[in-house]
């Protein structure tokens, strides 16, 4: 590469990456006219090596050097962003006298170069001088108009705790472009400071409803509806979250506020819109004994992952939902299904519903007593797997033999069951008349 080309390269790069560290529009830097001649210009000899230098020495954290450096460089450019970044790193070393005294030679009394004026209000505010600061921030506001002013202003008299004033600062800045950061200061301003909380909820509310609700806004709500305990608003902006956002971790917020709320209608119709967590849309179906609804989804939720439980789910829940229980095709795909399930995996749940199936339609009693014997090794005092092994004893006409189980049952946590009330029924009349079903 020319040297010639590769030196104007070097300057060119690294003053524009210096102008958009400042903030500046290149077209700050000299006239319209000639501003893309001065940039690519080197202003005195060996500027490249100058610049690197200094980068160097601020990469690495040497802010006395890159400030030494970037001042030089302005004193033989007279390029205002070298100052700038000279300050940056006075600012950095906290020479904020320096960066006072150095302004005011620059400026002589003028604001017209509001970046300077910036420069010398931060180092005013940093050594106390508030009210000297305060003075030059609202007179640069007034000439400026600038967002970044109106938010310097305001820092200031919240330092001062007139906090009236820096929220009429504040909104100045919001009304100009109606920037969310600016939004959030105040709202912490109205909630924190000066204890209008409705104010601050309502401000942060019209501006997620008109401009939608950003992660830093819908944050700053949730956190205040936290402080307020109000689980509706909490709920209502993780939704507008949501809708904007479908992470699985917001939406796991949504579904545990609902379940607090017991808003289970609510929570299943998120869940059926959004698609989120079929496995807990599954358990809410079975929960309110929706078994319509539950068997596909189990039968779905089995082909998707091979888990072999929701086989068993959708056995129990095809059978639930049947309107005809005792028809043909409906036991013999449930028994199907049932029977691999426990093949798999033995697991009593699924082996007493199976064993209960098979006594209750008469398919194959002693097939089901001797599945209700297997759980009753795993879990020997339950009342539901020993009210199965009682029903078929009655199945076979062993009426004592079930009565003396269930005399057992009925004092069992379980014993109170409807369906077991009925089989005590039955069970007891069948002594009575001394004859069970052959």
């Known amino acids: 590469m020319n040297k010639k080309f590769l030196n104007v390269f070097l300057v060119t790069s690294a003053l524009m990456f210096l102008v958009s560290c400042s903030g ?35 990469a690495i954290g040497d802010n006395k050097s890159a400030s030494k450096l970037f001042y030089d460089m302005y004193e033989k450019s007279k390029r205002k962003e070298y100052l700038y970044k000279s300050l940056q790193n006075d600012l950095a ?43 030059i921030s609202t007179a640069l506001v007034e000439k400026s108009k600038e967002t970044e002013d109106y938010i310097l202003t305001s820092d200031i008299y919240i330092k001062q705790k007139k906090y009236n004033m820096a929220l009429k600062y504040l909104d100045s800045a919001y009304v100009k472009n109606y920037d969310e950061k600016v ?19 309502a401000q942060l509310e019209t501006h997620s409803r ?56 609510k929570m299943i119709a998120f869940l059926e819109k959004n698609k989120t967590d079929n496995e807990t849309l599954l358990e809410l179906y079975a929960f309110t004994k ?24 959708s056995a129990i829940y095809e059978y639930e939902s049947s309107d005809k229980k005792g ?10 299904k049932l029977e691999s399930v426990v093949q798999a995996d033995p697991d ?29 090794k795993v879990q020997p005092n339950s009342a539901f797997y020993l009210d199965s092994l009682a029903w078929g004893y009655y199945k076979e006409g062993q009426c004592k033999r079930a009565k003396k189980i269930m005399d057992r049952v009925v004092t069992l946590d379980g014993g109170d069951d409807t369906e077991v009330k009925v089989h005590v029924k039955k069970i007891n009349s069948c002594v009575k008349n001394k004859k069970g079903k052959k």
Do not use: W
């Open 24 to 58: 500046v529009k290149p077209d700050a830097v000299a006239s319209k006219d000639n501003a893309e001649s001065n940039i690519n210009k080197k202003m005195f000899p060996q500027e490249d090596a100058y610049i690197m230098f200094a980068l160097r020495a601020e």
């Open 93 to 135: 070393l906290k020479n904020y006298q320096k960066v006072v005294k150095v302004a005011d030679a620059v400026l002589k009394g003028s604001l017209d170069d509001f970046k300077l004026v910036r420069f010398k209000i931060v180092s005013l505010i940093q050594m106390g001088k508030l009210d000297e600061a305060l003075h």
């Open 183 to 201: 939004l959030d200061k105040m709202a912490i301003l109205l909630y924190v400071d000066l204890g209008r909380k409705k104010d601050a909820i």
């Open 210 to 265: 008109i401009r939608g609700c950003s992660k830093l806004i819908c944050d700053r709500l949730i956190g205040f509806y936290s402080k307020e305990n109000n689980i509706d608003g909490i709920l209502s902006t993780y939704i507008r979250m949501y809708e904007k956002d479908k992470k699985p971790e917001i939406a796991s917020k949504i579904i545990q506020i609902y379940a607090y709320k017991k808003e289970y209608k």
């Open 290 to 313: 929706d078994y319509k609804k539950a068997f596909p989804l189990a039968d779905k939720l089995y082909k998707e992952n091979g888990d072999i439980k929701y086989l068993g789910q």
């Open 327 to 336: 028809k043909k095709s409906i036991l013999k795909s449930v028994v199907k």
């Open 348 to 376: 009593p749940l699924y082996e007493n519903y199976l064993g209960y199936i098979l006594i209750d339609h008469d398919l194959n009693v002693k097939e089901g007593i001797k599945h209700i014997k297997n759980v009753l």
